[in-house]
């Protein structure tokens, strides 16, 4: 078992940077690949990003266009989603995953680990 704790979000200006943070507790968040998603109001859960277990392999989703880079500290249990160049639409909550093998899988489906969201608000 594992617990994804999601923190950073908030309300920031189109154009802004926002940096979220997703704590590991029980296995160490080292025994997985990591994913960030996130959830507009109507709309699916939408990959974001994702990370090896070493954090050589990363992975973006289409919503990416450059401006976000995740990241993981093994040492301390951390996985990172760095937003730049913010935009409206990025709008969402944003929530960690983790998968019990492998990494780098887009469907929300296929993981067995969440946290409970982080709310990201950028305004016009």
């Known amino acids: 078992q594992v617990q994804l704790v999601e923190s950073g979000g908030g309300l920031v200006q189109a154009g802004g940077s926002l940096r979220l943070s997703c704590a590991a507790s029980?296995?160490?968040?080292?025994?997985?690949?990591m994913t960030w998603f996130r959830q507009a109001p109507g709309k699916e859960r939408e990959f974001v990003a994702a990370?090896?277990?070493?954090?050589?392999?990363?992975r973006y989703g289409d919503s990416n266009e450059g401006r976000f880079t995740i990241s993981r500290d093994n040492a301390k249990n951390l996985v990172y989603l760095q937003m730049n160049s913010l935009k409206p639409e990025d709008t969402a909550v944003y929530y960690c995953?983790?998968?019990?093998?492998?990494?780098?899988?887009?469907?929300?489906?296929?993981?067995?680990?969440w946290g409970q969201g982080t709310q990201v608000t950028v305004s016009s």
């Open positions: 990370i090896s277990r070493s954090g050589i392999g990363v």
């Open positions: 029980g296995r160490t968040s080292s025994s997985f690949g």
């Open positions: 995953a983790a998968r019990n093998s492998g990494w780098g899988f887009v469907e929300s489906k296929d993981y067995n680990y």
